[in-house]
């Protein structure tokens, strides 16, 4: 059962970038099924897919933050990061990690991680 | 991008009332839609994938329907532990774009 842990800073300075890691246990990161996931849920609203990463290093950004950011993969540690460069207070939420899986011809996001608060304030 | 509409944004039920959710992709999805339920403070949990199939694990009392642009998640008989907030999601193509949820409440 593939289990999904993000880590990183809680508050984040204004322009800087925020950083973050997900690490993925009980199953393999390079398994081909799978695209490694970001997802974010402003506080009391919606979620918002940011993009994802294959272990074949292909990835795919939603074209609203494209600019801003990377998705990476360490096979090595089982873990796949999020950087998100020139953050503004808009930018503060809940970060998921999440799986993409595809299956018999369908995806979806599972299993998930709990999910980490970043703060964006000076 | 693909417009996710969902409706009623919120509603108010009893333990065993029948509770129908429906989604509304802006252009045909054929059947690339799921279901999550999100708890307060908690991490979306996938219910439904491929519009009517249900994840492993999840009661028989959530079904899925629909396909193209219209889609409905049904709770035969709710329970209090579905009192949460529910989002539909495609996965036609990118960007992957969620419904704006629909919570459930007690009445």
């Known amino acids: 059962q593939v289990q999904l842990q993000e880590s990183g800073p809680g508050l984040v300075k204004p322009s800087q970038t925020l950083s973050l890691t997900c690490t993925v246990s009980?199953?393999?990161?390079?398994?081909?099924?799978?695209?490694w996931s970001w997802i974010r849920q402003h506080p009391g609203e919606g979620l918002e897919w940011i993009g994802y990463?294959?272990?074949?290093?292909?990835?795919s950004y939603n074209p609203s933050l494209k600019s801003r950011v990377i998705i990476s993969l360490d096979t090595s540690k089982s873990q796949f990061s999020l950087k998100l460069s020139s953050v503004t207070a808009a930018d503060t939420a809940v970060y998921y990690c999440?799986?993409?899986?595809?299956?018999?011809?369908?995806?979806?996001?599972?299993?998930w991680g709990q999910g980490t608060l970043v703060t964006v304030s000076s | 991008d693909i417009q996710m509409t969902q409706s009623p944004s919120s509603l108010s039920a009893s333990v065993g009332d029948r509770v129908t959710i429906t989604c509304r992709a802006s252009?045909?999805?054929?059947?690339?839609l799921n279901w999550y339920q999100q708890e307060p403070g908690k991490a979306p949990k996938l219910l439904i994938y491929?519009?009517?199939s249900l994840q492993s694990g999840v009661p028989s009392r959530f079904s899925g329907s629909g396909s193209g642009t219209d889609f409905t998640l049904t709770i035969s008989s709710l329970q209090p532990e579905d009192f949460a907030t529910y989002y539909c999601?495609?996965?036609?193509?990118?960007?992957?774009?969620f419904g704006p949820g629909t919570k459930v409440d007690i009445k």
């Open positions: 999440a799986a993409y899986y595809y299956a018999s011809g369908s995806y979806w996001f599972d299993p």
């Open positions: 252009q045909s999805i054929s059947s690339y």
């Open positions: 009980g199953g393999s990161i390079s398994s081909g099924g799978y695209y």
């Open positions: 491929a519009a009517s």
């Open positions: 990463i294959h272990n074949s290093g292909s990835t």
């Open positions: 999601q495609q996965s036609f193509s990118t960007p992957f774009t």
